[in-house]
């Protein structure tokens, strides 16, 4: 969409209006500048998606709406998590980093910060895993999407 | 030609640019150097109104009853929140509007600064698009693009929000000629595919229906769809907001659908077998409970220039996105040649079955009555007029009347708030009407409460000497609300009674009009006649009507087509 101050509220308006849900929404600037590419996760039945697409598509600032869930895509959302990890639980807690091909990015003598990166349901994995009395604090930035492959979505 | 103007001057010129001849506003802090410019000129004309609710309803009207954009003028904060009623009734309507607001200057927004309001945010829901100004070399550029967006496509309301700095910065300006928008491009022709499957689909049909709303009106089709509808023989029907679309006069018609719809034309779409629909979008008003229509089995082409309409309520067959006059005209090219193809007789069983229908004579009504009946006036107000009227009408059971009982047979006649449904719409859209067609006749069907809601604009006609002729069906009640409570809800009249009227007669005499009260069903046609008569005179009629009378048939809420409450 055209990256212009109000865009994204237009959308997030868009979705509370007409009653559809946000699952999650990531949006930033592309390579040229002018342009703002976001990655929305939503759901509902066929017609739902056919008319979020279009009511999408309606508005002005959209410029190219696409179902990624269509064809084979590869899906991305980080998550940063504190935990407390403190005597075995640091060990075992690094070992489940390890397993999920995360990393520590900030550790103090009763915490870590982990860096994971993944689809959303591996990122809901990792929290199934740790002892959820540790977790402290999490952050995600909501799914990032692209198609797989050679094809691209140009405007 | 580099001579450096401001920000007000520019705005003026885009306006002289776009051919506009009157905008309809209100001044205020925000806007003031707007207005210096326009009395420094005389090529737009600017209508003072009394409210800017008003401003926006006339300049709808005024939309409405050309083929021109209306514009609209307001001043930031509360201008534009009275605005937003007319803004939204333009919106549901689909009308092409280019709604001017002043803002704030530029360094005091977010502040809460005196007659601050995110109008951006406020109107943004209801607008086809809006824009903020925050730069004066965009001005041109953005005022060009709201009349683009406005015009084109699916039309709407576009709001340009101006801050008041903005309007006094000086650039040398410059018209752009052509607008090339990446992201908006509007789609014209039909898919040829789907329009060859159309052909086939109505060239099979044994029971079709034309059913056509304000999309033929908006996009001009009316003469293209009456002569393809003639030329095949079907019947056809029209939405509250396609009246005028079709001749109502023509053998081939069977009235308005819907929920208050005749009971020709919602049987006729409840058991058609090929539905074509022109301009229009199933909604709940038209189709009622969309599963209990969905249960009998029909084809749908669907024409429309809003993909997003199409399959929203209903599922359709052969969804055709385009201009309705561009498909239109391929379509007919193609029937022509394949018009022996049709099959005749079973066109004329269909034919057969909807005469039957219409023996029911759904909008029949006491005649007889003592006290005046609703219908009558309408009646009459359509013979008086010889059915060339402009009528405007507000909301309640009067513009049900309206549409069921005035037969429009022109489009762009018939001027009422269908989508949102917006009391109070009637006399200023009326104004706007008048501006848009001079000499023309110009009558407000109206009730004693939905005529309240914008009388203050009695005033505005007096200034302008707008001869409007309000026929105001006076029965005491919010009609249309007393009606539901006798249906559904015990006859318990919960606040639906208008106590405390105001004595029209004298209202209207005080803002130095005419007022005619009628008391008899004798009396109607004559006050109608004189009213007519008096050609540079707002009149305001009082016709005293029957309180307990009923808008049939009805479709209650949440029942099928085919489910109607009979008189």
């Known amino acids: 969409?055209?990256?212009?101050?109000?865009?994204?509220?237009?959308?997030?308006?868009?979705?509370?209006?007409?009653?559809?849900?946000?699952?999650?929404?990531?949006?930033?600037?592309?390579?040229?500048?002018?342009?703002?590419?976001?990655?929305?996760?939503?759901?509902?039945?066929?017609?739902?998606?056919?008319?979020?697409?279009?009511?999408?598509?309606?508005?002005?600032?959209?410029?190219?709406?696409?179902?990624?869930?269509?064809?084979?895509?590869?899906?991305?959302?980080?998550?940063?998590?504190?935990?407390?990890?403190?005597?075995?639980?640091?060990?075992?807690?690094?070992?489940?980093?390890?397993?999920?091909?995360?990393?520590?990015?900030?550790?103090?003598?009763?915490?870590?910060?982990?860096?994971?990166?993944?689809?959303?349901?591996?990122?809901?994995?990792?929290?199934?895993?740790v002892d959820s009395s540790t977790v402290l604090e999490t952050v995600r930035t909501g799914a990032s999407g692209i198609g797989r492959g050679d094809w691209t979505l140009k405007v | 030609m580099s001579e450096e103007l401001t920000g007000a001057e520019i705005t003026i010129r885009c306006l002289q640019e776009e051919d506009v001849e009157c905008i309809f506003g209100y001044p205020g802090g925000a806007v003031l150097f707007i207005y210096d410019e326009l009395f420094k000129q005389d090529k737009v004309k600017h209508i003072?109104?009394?409210?800017?609710?008003?401003?926006?309803?006339?300049?709808?009207?005024?939309?409405?009853?050309?083929?021109?954009?209306?514009?609209?003028?307001?001043?930031?904060?509360?201008?534009?929140?009275?605005?937003?009623?007319?803004?939204?009734?333009?919106?549901?309507?689909?009308?092409?509007?280019?709604?001017?607001?002043?803002?704030?200057?530029?360094?005091?927004?977010?502040?809460?600064?005196?007659?601050?309001?995110?109008?951006?945010?406020?109107?943004?829901?209801?607008?086809?698009?809006?824009?903020?100004?925050?730069?004066?070399n965009e001005l041109a550029t953005t005022i060009k693009k709201a009349f683009y967006i406005a015009a084109t496509g699916r039309p709407g309301p576009v709001l340009v929000d101006i801050p008041k700095d903005v309007t006094q910065q000086k650039i040398v300006f410059e018209y752009p000629e052509k607008l090339s928008m990446r992201s908006y491009n509007p789609v014209i022709r039909g898919n040829s595919k789907q329009i060859k499957k159309a052909v086939d689909l109505i060239l099979?049909?044994?029971?079709?229906?034309?059913?056509?709303?304000?999309?033929?009106?908006?996009?001009?089709?009316?003469?293209?769809?009456?002569?393809?509808?003639?030329?095949?023989?079907?019947?056809?029907?029209?939405?509250?907001?396609?009246?005028?679309?079709?001749?109502?006069?023509?053998?081939?018609?069977?009235?308005?659908?819907?929920?208050?719809?005749t009971y020709e034309a919602n049987m006729a779409m409840q058991y058609c077998d090929v539905l074509i629909a022109v301009g229009a979008r199933f909604d709940d008003r038209v189709i009622g409970n969309p599963k209990h229509f969905s249960n009998e089995n029909r084809k749908i082409i669907h024409i429309d220039i809003d993909p997003s309409s199409i399959s929203k309520r209903v599922k359709v067959d052969i969804p055709i996105v385009g201009n309705v006059p561009d498909v239109l005209k391929e379509l007919t090219k193609l029937l022509k040649q394949r018009q022996d193809e049709m099959d005749e007789k079973a066109l004329d069983e269909w034919w057969k079955q909807i005469d039957l229908w219409r023996e029911r004579d759904c909008l029949k009504f006491n005649r007889e009555?003592?006290?005046?009946?609703?219908?009558?006036?309408?009646?009459?107000?359509?013979?008086?007029?010889?059915?060339?009227?402009?009528?405007?009408?507000?909301?309640?059971?009067?513009q049900m009347w309206a549409a069921q009982f005035y037969k429009f047979d022109k489009p762009r006649r018939w001027i009422n708030s269908g989508g949102l449904g917006t009391m109070g719409f009637g006399l200023p859209a009326a104004m706007g009407v008048m501006f848009a067609n001079p000499k023309s006749k110009v009558a407000c069907i109206t009730g004693e409460a939905s005529i309240q809601m914008c009388i203050q604009e009695l005033s505005t006609c007096k200034q302008y000497r707008l001869p409007i002729k309000i026929v105001n069906l006076n029965n005491r009640y919010m009609g249309m609300v007393r009606q539901w409570q006798e249906f559904f809800h015990g006859n318990r009249y919960a606040e639906s009674y208008m106590d405390a009227l105001p004595d029209f007669i004298k209202l209207a005499e005080s803002y130095g009009h005419v007022g005619i009260r009628v008391e008899r069903p004798e009396d109607v046609e004559g006050a109608l006649q004189e009213a007519f008569k008096l050609k540079d005179q707002l009149v305001f009629l009082d016709f005293i009507t029957d309180q307990t009378e009923n808008v049939f048939p009805m479709v209650p809420g949440g029942k099928g087509l085919s489910e109607m409450i009979l008189v």
């Open chain 1, 1 to 129: 969409m055209e990256n212009e101050a109000g865009a994204l509220s237009r959308v997030a308006g868009l979705f509370s209006a007409r009653g559809y849900n946000i699952e999650s929404l990531s949006v930033a600037p592309t390579e040229d500048a002018t342009l703002s590419r976001m990655t929305l996760v939503t759901s509902g039945s066929d017609e739902v998606i056919e008319q979020v697409t279009k009511q999408l598509n309606k508005l002005i600032e959209v410029v190219k709406v696409i179902d990624l869930s269509d064809g084979n895509h590869i899906e991305r959302e980080l998550m940063l998590v504190k935990v407390r990890a403190v005597g075995a639980d640091r060990d075992e807690i690094k070992r489940l980093v390890d397993i999920f091909r995360g990393c520590i990015i900030d550790v103090t003598d009763k915490s870590y910060t982990i860096e994971l990166t993944g689809t959303s349901s591996k990122l809901d994995a990792f929290i199934g895993a």
């Open chain 2, 48 to 136: 003072l109104v009394r409210h800017e609710q008003a401003a926006v309803h006339a300049a709808d009207g005024y939309a409405r009853s050309s083929q021109k954009v209306g514009v609209a003028l307001v001043t930031s904060g509360p201008g534009v929140t009275n605005a937003v009623t007319g803004i939204a009734t333009a919106y549901m309507d689909s009308i092409p509007l280019v709604v001017i607001s002043g803002q704030v200057p530029t360094n005091a927004i977010g502040l809460d600064a005196f007659q601050e309001v995110d109008t951006v945010g406020i109107t943004r829901p209801c607008v086809k698009h809006n824009l903020l100004v925050s730069d004066v």
């Open chain 2, 204 to 261: 099979s049909a044994k029971r079709p229906v034309v059913y056509s709303g304000g999309g033929v009106i908006l996009s001009d089709a009316a003469k293209l769809l009456t002569d393809l509808t003639r030329m095949l023989g079907f019947p056809c029907t029209n939405t509250l907001m396609g009246l005028g679309g079709f001749p109502a006069t023509d053998k081939h018609f069977v009235g308005m659908l819907g929920m208050h719809g």
């Open chain 2, 369 to 398: 009555s003592d006290i005046i009946k609703p219908q009558l006036v309408v009646e009459k107000l359509y013979d008086v007029t010889k059915g060339e009227a402009f009528v405007t009408s507000d909301v309640g059971q009067h």
